[in-house]
């Protein structure tokens, strides 16, 4: 639940909007729909399990008193989609903001794979979220709306990583439709942009990548130079940011929000938090004698 105080823009601030949310029924999705709504907006949340939706719409509803409209769709279906759309539409009005969320992914060794698993992933991810850029790029154009894109991808979109490969491409894609998208439909006034979020505990994720078995053998949060996961109202007040007016000047942008994770991984010497202050002094000794 995203306590009301925490968020950072003012009462109101997306009185005029009407957001689109895969995924919304549970975990980031949801934090960023409650997020929404608390600020004014009318929300749509999408998911495949009308059981979850259905909860999740009539929380959020109760918490902020405004509508919130559920609705079965699997992103991997593009008559789905476009029923879905229609119904937000007649029942909300003219959608303006559509957040790519919806995700599939699992840790495994990229070998122990089947094509199947593979594409299961891509399908939801990459062309869940293509399939949804489409369907409301093409309507906004069509009814000249200025409407407003979010994906949420990973740090690892741009650094790769291991065990989680089908994910990786599929967010890879996603970045990449983002960065060309913000520049082609600029002219229509439509903008694009993703955040890549590092950890922030939801149980679809922790069940899948982070399991009790890998949690009591890997500290994670040591790989953070903050030394925390991320709360959820924080990607939530970013969210709203993104999908507000105040950030009307952003477009084809991927903001980060780990806590500095990715860039310890990647700076050469920051393994050197290892060394202790009083350490340093001999060792500075032994540096400054190099010359010598
Ligand atoms: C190897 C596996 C597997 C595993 C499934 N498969 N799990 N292969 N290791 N652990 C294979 C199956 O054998 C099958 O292939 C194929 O994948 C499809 O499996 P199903 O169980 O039939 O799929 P389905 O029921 O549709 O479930 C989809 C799912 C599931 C993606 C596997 O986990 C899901 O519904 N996830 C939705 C929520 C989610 O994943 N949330 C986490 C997002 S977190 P074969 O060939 O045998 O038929 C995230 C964060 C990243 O993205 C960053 C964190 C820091
Ligand atoms: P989550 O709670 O499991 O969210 C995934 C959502 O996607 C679920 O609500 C699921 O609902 C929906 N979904 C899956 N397949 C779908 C399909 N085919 N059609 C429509 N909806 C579908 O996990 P989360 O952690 O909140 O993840 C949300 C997003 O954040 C994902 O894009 C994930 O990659 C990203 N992310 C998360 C973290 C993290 O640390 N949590 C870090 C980086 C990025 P149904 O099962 O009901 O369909």
């Known amino acids: 639940m995203i306590e009301k105080e925490k968020l950072m823009l003012r009462d109101g601030a997306l009185r005029n909007e009407i957001i689109i949310v895969t995924g919304g029924g549970t975990g980031l999705g949801r934090s960023m729909a409650e997020g929404f709504s608390h600020l004014g907006a009318k929300v749509s949340i999408w998911g495949r399990r009308m059981d979850v939706l259905g909860k999740t719409a009539d929380e959020i509803c109760k918490l902020t008193g405004n509508q919130v409209l559920p609705l079965a769709c699997d992103v991997r279906n593009t008559d789905e989609i476009d029923n879905a759309l229609a119904e937000v539409i007649k029942t909300l009005g003219p959608v303006t903001g559509l957040v790519n969320n919806a995700a599939g992914n699992f840790i495994s060794p990229t070998e122990r794979l089947s094509p199947r698993a593979f594409d299961l992933i891509v ?11 489409l ?20 740090t690892y979109a741009s650094t790769g990583s291991g065990y989680v490969v089908p994910s990786a491409a599929a967010k890879a894609g996603i970045l990449a439709i983002t960065r060309s998208l913000a520049v082609e439909w600029a002219k229509y006034g439509i903008r694009l942009n993703a955040i890549a979020p590092g950890p922030f505990p939801t149980k679809g994720a922790w069940d899948r990548l982070f399991p009790e078995a890998i949690a009591k053998r890997f500290d994670f949060t040591k790989k953070i130079p903050l030394g925390r996961v991320g709360n959820h109202h924080e990607l939530a007040n970013l969210a709203t940011y993104i999908l507000s007016d105040y950030s009307a000047f952003i477009t084809g942008e991927e903001i980060v929000i780990d806590g500095g994770e990715w860039l310890k991984g990647a700076g050469e010497f920051n393994f050197l938090d290892i060394i202790k202050p009083e350490e340093w002094d001999e060792l500075e000794k032994i540096v400054r004698n190099a010359k010598s």
């Open 135 to 154: 369907a409301l790029g093409k309507y906004w154009i069509k009814e000249k709306i200025k409407g407003n894109i979010l994906s949420i991808t990973t």
């Open 123 to 133: 399908d939801i991810v990459l062309k869940g979220s293509k399939n949804c850029t």
